[in-house]
Structure formats: C-alpha cells, structure tokens
C-alpha cells in the first residue's frame, strides 16, 4: 500500500489530527509498514464468511426508563479548558 | 513487617490483631517512596486518603463490621475513572482531568473495603506491549536491570511485584494485563469479554476491553473478581450471566484435557529458556494425570493483522472525543475551531496513538473498510469459531504468555512490527472474547520471570481458576 502526500493529508484532516510536513515522512513509512502487514489477511478466502459485528451475547439490555440524579452543571463543566459558567467556549465558528 | 502475598494471610494477622490496616499502608507507602522514583509504577500517590480509609476500617474490623476486601490495599490503571482524582490514561490529552464518576469496578471493591493507594503508570490509552508509550515516561521492571514492566499495564504490575500495594486493576484489550504479569512474576486474569462492567473504563477497543485483576496468587485474583464482575446498568454490553462463587475452587480431584498450540511453543521466536520452561509445565501436566495434547492452529500468523486493523478502528472512533472542548489539553495556537481540533489532538497524543489513530481511520474510509475492516472482522469470525471448537475438545488452551521474557528498555521500539509480534500468545483471547489467565513459571537464565497462559471457554473461570490454582 502506498501512502501519498495527498491521502496521508487526507486522513489526517478526517482524523482531525494536524500533520505539519516535519510529521509526514515518519508517519507515511509507518503506517505502510503496518497496512502491508494487515494486508497478509487477504491470503484467506472469505467469500463465504459473514463479518463478526457483535462481540457480546447479551440479546437486549433493557431497565426502567426512570430520571436518576445527573451531574450538575458544575461538575459538568468543571474540566473544561474554557468555559463562562453555563457553556464551553470555543472560537467563533460564525462572522 | 513482613511481606504478604495473600490477603487471606493479611486476613488472619488482622484479625489475630498482630497487625493493622495503617501498618500495612504505612508499609506500602513506605515501599513507595523508596522505590518509585526508579520504577515509575505509581503517577498519583493517595496517601493522606488511604492511611484515613486504613483507619476507618481497622476500626470496623474492631467492631465486627469489616468487609470481604478488608486489608487489601490496591492500586487502579491510569485508565479507570476514580470521582475526584485524576485519570489521564497515560496521555497529555487528558492534562488536569479529574474524573466526576468512579468506574464500576472500582466502586465495587471500595464498597467492600479495599483501600486504594494510587494511580498507576501505563501504555497511552493501553496502546503499548512495554509500558514505554506513557506520556509520563516508562515504568521500569522491579527485576533485572533497565528491562521493561511489560505493558500496557505495566505501572499495576510492577506496583505489586514491588510491593507498593497487594493488588491491582489493569485493562486487557490484547494481553494488557497478561503480558506484564508474566513479565514480572505475577498472576494476570482477563476475563470472558462482558464479564465485567466497563463502566468508567476509558476505552480504547471497546469490542475488545476488558478489566481484570493483577496479583501475587490466583485466590485473590478469584476474591477480586467475584467481586468486580457481573451485571451493571451503566454498562448495557455487561453480561447477565450470574457470576459464580470464583473463590470456592473446587477440591475434588479431576483431570483435564489440555491442548497446547503447537505453533506458539514449537515457533523459532521462542527463546529457549520460555521454550523450556513450558515442555517442562506440560511434563508435568502429563505426570499429573491430564491428557495434554499437541493443537494445530493455522491461523496463528493472522491473529496480530486482524486485532490491529479491528483496534485501530476501534480506537479512532472511540478517541474522537478527545477534541480540546470539554476536557483535557486545548492548543494556544489555535485560530479557528478547526485548528483547535487538529492543533490540540496533535499536541495532546503520543506518537503511537497518533499513528493508531490514522491507521483506524484509513482502514474506516469509504475506499478501503472493505479491504481491510470487513475482511478482518470476517477473520475474526473464522478465528473465534476455530478457537470455540478446539474448546468443545480440550478444557483448556496453553502456550507461554509471551515469545520472551522482558526485554531491554528501547530495544523494540524501533520496529513497531517487531514490538506487535510481544503480544502473540495473549490477542487470541481478546479476538475471540475468551478469558485466559498468566501464572509464574519460572526464571529464565537471566532471573527473568517467565508466564504460562491458560485460556478457557466463555464463562468459564470458575474452572480456570481452579486448574490454575492446582498448576502454580
């Protein structure tokens, strides 16, 4: 598999992860080194096997629709990097 | 004082009143200081809170009113949520979180009076066979010289082997707990994957996360996980299925079938002494009585490509919220809510997150999930069903742990395929759902611990408890 400079770009802004060009080289050979390994799948024939979605057996976890205590807005804002007390704050995202 | 590795012997000096609960802290506190600035097991020290809590309790053993978890002192994994007290998941993303919620599992053994100490070292988000992916730099084995705890959760293993606590809770997502077990001498259990609540367990593979304990004997590690396991309404993928009285190891002698994968101990990785030591366990398994038998495993070779296409998935989706908003790190640099995205998850992950966190996004986009995320999970299907049968015909499943024992600091993580290839033995039962324990078995020329795993069918720990206990 090979990486290039548009499709590394590519996965990181859908990653949402910055990829300044010092970053490129490094990440582009490993994430070669490791899709090729991952591509020694392929050797299998599956054509006949269904995907394994669903780890669990529990059919339906199902409880009571009933209101429990929640954290209070306090405790829920009490990590952010910036907040006003009611919201968090980010940058303006509208002119 | 003397050094426990039992809480039933803890239990019975207790009791007896040779000792206290403050003794004990006051021991492990001790420990500590002397020798966590070389290990780095613990990143959070509770002090003040637990020589309080010791009081406390030694107060209700006086009364009559102590509970099962009395006396044993525990440190939890940097990734299990405790209300008020950091978790950052070894990451600078998570720089100042303090939880507003405690994980299930740690909820559960508070409320049988175990006494946490602390907050220990591991791989950033469990990703790491060595512990050296921790933001907070590695955690050190307590034996040999500059050889690595294992991972990821190597801070919980060392912790115990270097008698800062009794016990702890680590996360295994593809031999998390196992590995450093093995590598330092301990008992590691992973149990079936639902058995325990992940309720405040930072996820990393949430089809693959497990909690399980990690200890000096295969009793406290049924003790704990009696206690941890089983139905939970914060966690709607946790099993109903009821959880058996783990500690009531059956006595009644029987004798097992046991397969051992022909692959994994006849592989030319194996280091000799590892090689060694497990003909030598099967000997004995023989000499005892059980049937052991040599198992093909064809699929071996694709163990490892599937749980890493599946992980890293997994992983990009679940690390999402990581975003600089809510919690955690949030570059200065950024202009635009955009760059405050990119700019803050850039800085804030590891270099081994960061590359997890594309892999998974690659193997997710629209061109390539079928090619690689489809075509693994139907991988995993084949694995699980071949690994089920052979479960049909033997009781158990055993291999050594890992290929080696632990390596030198820095000596893998220059090949990162090299490093994936550390967790061979123990992905299989995180790909197929099923629990598996690490024993001690041994030293290698070099006084390095060496482990031998155990795998059983879904739900069974009750049983690889108890043949565990009758092998050690």
């Known amino acids: 598999m090979n990486i290039d400079q548009e499709l590394l770009q590519k996965i990181a802004h859908l990653a949402r992860l910055e990829m300044p060009e010092s970053a490129e080289k490094e990440m582009k050979e490993s994430l070669e080194s490791v899709l090729n390994w991952m591509s020694e799948l392929d050797e299998i024939d599956t054509s006949n096997v269904k995907p394994l979605t669903h780890m669990s057996l529990e059919i339906n976890a199902l409880r009571e629709d009933k209101v429990i205590p929640n954290i209070s807005r306090e405790q829920g804002l009490k990590n952010a990097p910036k907040q006003d007390g009611e919201y968090f704050r980010v940058p303006k995202v509208m002119e | 004082m003397k050094v426990y590795s039992t809480l039933k012997d803890i239990q019975t000096d207790l009791y007896a009143g040779s000792i206290t609960c403050r003794q004990l802290v006051e021991f492990y506190l001790k420990n500590i200081e002397e020798k966590n600035n070389t290990l780095n097991a613990f990143l959070s020290v509770f002090d003040q809170e637990a020589l309080e809590k010791a009081d406390e309790i030694d107060a209700k053993i006086k009364a009559g009113t102590a509970k099962k978890l009395a006396g044993m002192v525990l440190g939890i994994k940097d990734l299990l949520c405790y209300k008020d007290h950091t978790s950052q998941a070894g990451s600078r993303i998570l720089d100042g979180f303090e939880s507003q919620f405690t994980a299930t599992a740690v909820q559960r053994v508070i409320d049988e009076d175990a006494i946490i100490i602390g907050r220990q070292n591991c791989d950033e988000f469990g990703m790491g066979s060595t512990n050296e992916n921790s933001a907070f730099g590695p955690c050190l084995n307590a034996v040999g010289e500059n050889r690595v705890a294992g991972g990821s959760s190597g801070g919980s293993a060392v912790a115990v082997q270097a008698d800062m606590c009794l016990a702890s809770l680590g996360t295994d997502t593809g031999g998390s707990v ?59 993928t946790v099993s109903n299925e009821k959880v058996p009285e783990y500690t009531a190891f059956q006595t009644e002698k029987k004798t ?217």
């Open chain 2, 178 to 236: 196992r590995m450093p077990a093995g590598f330092c001498g301990l008992v590691g259990l992973k149990p079936t994957y639902t058995r325990v609540s992940r309720w405040g367990l930072i996820a990393y593979a949430s089809s693959f996360d497990c909690i399980g304990p990690i200890t000096k004997s295969v009793e406290d590690a049924a003790i704990l996980l009696e206690i941890i396991a089983g139905k939970d309404e914060q966690d709607s």
């Open chain 2, 256 to 472: 097992y079938k046991i397969g051992y994968l022909k692959e994994a101990v006849e592989s030319e990785g194996l280091q000799p002494e590892v090689k060694a030591a497990t003909l030598a366990k099967l000997a004995y398994l023989k000499a005892q009585g059980h049937e052991v038998e040599a198992v093909d495993f064809p699929l071996i070779k694709y163990f490892l490509p599937t749980y890493y296409t599946l992980t890293t998935a997994e992983a990009s989706s679940n690390l999402s919220r990581f975003d600089g908003v809510r919690y955690g790190h949030r570059s200065t640099e950024a202009t635009d809510l955009m760059s405050l995205y990119k700019k803050s998850r850039f800085e804030g992950f590891g270099k081994e997150t960061r590359k997890r966190i594309m892999l998974g996004t690659f193997v997710l986009s629209a061109s390539y999930y079928d090619a690689y995320y489809t075509k693994a999970q139907k991988i995993r299907r084949l694995i699980k069903e071949f690994t089920d049968n052979l479960l049909t015909e033997y009781d158990f499943l055993v291999c050594p742990t890992t290929p080696t024992t632990a390596y030198k600091l820095g000596e893998k993580t220059a090949d990162p395929i090299q490093m994936y290839l550390g967790d061979l033995f123990t992905v299989q039962a995180n790909v197929v759902g099923l629990p598996a324990i690490s024993i001690p078995n041994g030293l290698d020329n070099d006084g390095m611990p060496i482990g031998f795993q155990i795998m059983a069918g879904a739900f069974e720990e009750a049983e690889l408890l108890t043949f565990a206990q009758l092998i050690s």
